[in-house]
Nanobody, 119 residues
Framework: QVQLKESGGGLVQPGGSLKLSCATS????????MGWHRQAPGKERELVAV???????NYADSVKGRFTISRDNAKNTVYLQMNSLKPEDTAVYYC?????????????WGQGTQVTVSS
């Protein structure tokens, strides 16, 4: 089992920035990738960004150039730096962990953290 705990969500004005953190614990040897999904009210959950154990990253088109996923292996923590935030970025953001081969398959999920972009 892998446990994930997100932090860093909150209310921010359009154009602002937030940095989300995800601390991991447990059987982290069982995973080779971690990512962030988000779910806005009335919408399906969507993949925002993923990072592999080798450092490869992928992003949703809607966040490319604005969001950056990174990891600190010593701290077993993954981050999502979000810049130039837009109201449409408002959602619950979930940290997840799993397997990446040709695609990303999350097995474990955090409980989520709310991000609200509003003036």
């Amino acid at each position: 089992q892998v446990q994930l705990k997100e932090s860093g969500g909150g209310l921010v004005q359009p154009g602002g920035s937030l940095k989300l953190s995800c601390a991991t614990s447990g059987s982290i040897f069982s995973i080779n990738a971690m990512g962030w999904h988000r779910q806005a009210p009335g919408k399906e959950r969507e993949l925002v960004a993923v990072i592999t154990s080798g450092g490869r990253t992928n992003y949703a088109d809607s966040v490319k150039g604005r969001f950056t996923i990174s990891r600190d292996n010593a701290k077993n923590t993954v981050y999502l730096q979000m810049n130039s935030l837009k109201p449409e970025d408002t959602a619950v953001y979930y940290c997840d962990a799993g397997s990446y081969r040709s695609s990303y398959y999350p097995y474990y999920w955090g409980q989520g953290t709310q991000v609200t972009v509003s003036s």
